[in-house]
């Protein structure tokens, strides 16, 4: 089944989203005001550093945000219809039907005191109204297609007698069972080994493909991204510094924080033993407070090329090359004043 779209062609639009947490030190400010753009089909990697706000946006589009959070402003348009907006019990029809979640860690997702059979056949009773029988028979369907072998005895077990592979594996064909339009995989490799890593990234886009879902890639990882992504949204102390297709983000990088992530990705070709010259780049500072964050723009206190205005202006993303678009004073020449 393809996923519907909207009107203007997209399967999902974030308008403007804000998402405050009020904390005893302060409102943090962790997403502040942004906006991007999903159409069928289509991966989208969101990638940062860890504080960037990255997870929490995509919590948001299942109403998931954790206390004391909440999303103070902004529209989520998923199938024209604005998710915000919604009641909880209209919220529970949406998540794992409509739109799945793929966690970063799957010990933490799959309850351990029931067998994996009892999970995932909740899920399809519950949305598609099928006996328990046919509930089973399609999660053992579903375990097969992501390359679990047994699949029925597999459905007996506990979560604990089983690896973080075949874990992930497990969560993957959770997020499938009722074929959704949007998958948002929040960091689904961070806990696995590098050779695991590579077979589940594989598995995910070989899926994506065959079930024509459109997925959101959460990672702080640019090769991850590189092989997975459509477009690529760079993100900043809860601001959206860059985003274009992934060719031209690697080819032409314009905001200095994607050059610098870029920067500080190991290379093939060069070693980084104790004794070589060679030394892994990192981005000096760390990502600042967002209870008081820096005024204009977030990342001129780490920003080897800021001017003296962009510590007072706040810049507005701007289209540099038809859909490439960056929120930075080199390119907009203006910007609101923070």
Same mark, same amino acid.
């Given at each position: 089944?393809?996923?519907?779209? =909207?009107?203007?062609?997209? &399967?999902?639009?974030?308008?403007? /989203?804000?998402?405050?947490?009020?904390? *005893? +030190? @302060?409102?943090?400010?962790?997403?502040? =005001?942004?906006?991007?753009? &999903?159409?069928?089909?289509?991966? /989208?990697?969101?990638?940062?550093?860890? *504080? +960037? @706000?990255?997870?929490?946006?995509?919590?948001?589009?299942?109403?998931?945000?954790?206390?004391?959070?909440?999303?103070?402003?902004?529209?989520?348009?998923?199938?024209?219809?604005?998710?915000?907006?919604?009641?909880?019990?209209?919220?529970i029809a949406v998540r794992g039907k409509k739109i799945?979640?793929?966690?970063?860690?799957?010990?933490?997702?799959?309850?351990?005191?029931?067998?994996?059979?009892?999970?995932?056949?909740?899920?399809?009773?519950?949305?598609?109204?099928?006996?328990?029988?046919?509930?089973?028979?399609?999660?053992?369907?579903?375990?097969?297609?992501?390359?679990?072998?047994?699949?029925?005895?597999?459905?007996?077990?506990?979560?604990?007698e089983l690896s973080g592979g075949m874990k992930q594996?497990?969560?993957?064909?959770?997020?499938?069972?009722?074929?959704?339009?949007?998958?948002?995989?929040?960091?689904?490799?961070?806990?696995?080994?590098?050779?695991?890593?590579?077979?589940?990234?594989?598995?995910?886009?070989?899926?994506?493909?065959?079930?024509?879902?459109?997925?959101?890639?959460?990672?702080?990882?640019?090769?991850?991204?590189?092989?997975?992504?459509?477009?690529?949204?760079?993100?900043?102390?809860?601001r959206i510094c860059e985003e274009a297709n992934t060719?031209?983000?690697?080819?032409?990088?314009?905001?200095?924080?994607?050059?610098?992530?870029?920067?500080?990705?190991?290379?093939?070709?060069?070693?980084?033993?104790?004794?070589?010259?060679?030394?892994?780049?990192?981005?000096?500072?760390?990502?600042?407070?967002?209870?008081?964050?820096?005024?204009?723009?977030?990342?001129?206190?780490?920003?080897?090329?800021?001017?003296?205005?962009?510590?007072?202006?706040?810049?507005?993303?701007?289209?540099?090359?038809?859909?490439?678009?960056?929120?930075?004073?080199?390119?907009?020449?203006?910007?609101?004043?923070?």
């Amino acid at each position: 089944m393809v996923p519907a779209a =909207g009107n203007n062609g997209r &399967l999902l639009e974030v308008k403007d /989203l804000r998402i405050h947490f009020y904390t *005893g +030190s @302060g409102i943090v400010k962790a997403v502040d =005001g942004i906006s991007y753009g &999903l159409k069928p089909g289509q991966t /989208l990697g969101v990638v940062g550093e860890s *504080g +960037s @706000g990255k997870t929490i946006s995509s919590l948001a589009l299942l109403r998931l945000i954790p206390r004391p959070g909440k999303i103070i402003s902004g529209k989520i348009l998923f199938e024209d219809e604005d998710l915000t907006a919604k009641t909880e019990t209209e919220m529970i029809a949406v998540r794992g039907k409509k739109i799945a979640m793929i966690f970063q860690n799957p010990a933490y997702s799959l309850n351990p005191i029931y067998s994996i059979g009892a999970q995932l056949g909740e899920i399809l009773v519950w949305h598609e109204k099928v006996s328990q029988k046919a509930a089973q028979e399609r999660a053992a369907e579903l375990l097969q297609l992501v390359g679990i072998a047994d699949p029925v005895s597999r459905l007996r077990q506990f979560p604990h007698e089983l690896s973080g592979g075949m874990k992930q594996r497990v969560c993957i064909a959770r997020a499938l069972l009722c074929n959704p339009a949007l998958v948002l995989a929040d960091e689904p490799t961070t806990n696995l080994d590098v050779t695991i890593q590579a077979q589940i990234l594989d598995l995910l886009m070989e899926l994506k493909n065959r079930f024509h879902m459109a997925m959101i890639l959460v990672t702080h990882d640019m090769g991850v991204v590189a092989r997975t992504a459509d477009r690529i949204v760079v993100m900043y102390a809860g601001r959206i510094c860059e985003e274009a297709n992934t060719k031209v983000i690697f080819r032409d990088p314009r905001h200095p924080y994607t050059k610098a992530l870029l920067e500080t990705m190991p290379r093939v070709d060069q070693s980084y033993t104790a004794d070589s010259r060679n030394r892994l780049v990192v981005i000096p500072g760390r990502i600042p407070n967002l209870v008081d964050p820096p005024t204009g723009c977030r990342f001129h206190p780490r920003c080897a090329v800021a001017m003296e205005e962009c510590s007072t202006i706040l810049p507005e993303p701007v289209d540099v090359a038809g859909g490439h678009t960056v929120s930075c004073l080199k390119y907009s020449g203006g910007g609101t004043a923070s």
